[in-house]
């Protein structure tokens, strides 16, 4: 019997806060900044691209450019995407 395997895309997936929610979250676990620029990309994709990169002050295409594997995005662009999101960035003492 042949396998046939499909495309995933989390994108679909992340319809309620929760899921996004627990989605960053553990991308930010990972404590790579390319792993969480691309988490961070494919919410955006969720919500929608154009309306996320407006928002954030930036045009779709730097978007799509900043949060992509080749992409290196500044804390201050990780910010304002982060905020047109709806996700705030917390801190805990680490034990």
């Known amino acids: 019997m042949t396998e ?6 989390p994108a ?4 309620t806060l929760e ?6 979250n553990e991308a930010l676990k990972t404590d ?9 990309g494919v919410v955006a ?6 309306g996320i990169a ?3 002050g930036l045009s779709r295409e730097q978007l799509y450019r900043t949060l992509s594997s080749e992409g290196n995005p500044t ?5 304002a995407v982060m905020k047109a999101l709806g996700i ?8």
């Open 88 to 95: 705030s960035l917390t801190a805990d003492v680490l034990s």
């Open 19 to 24: 899921a996004i929610s627990v989605f960053v």
């Open 4 to 9: 046939i395997l499909t495309d995933y895309d």
């Open 45 to 50: 994709r969720a919500k929608g691209m154009a």
């Open 75 to 79: 804390l201050k662009t990780t910010l």
């Open 32 to 40: 790579d900044a390319a792993y969480i620029a691309h988490a961070l």
């Open 54 to 56: 407006r928002e954030a």
């Open 12 to 15: 679909e997936d992340l319809d």
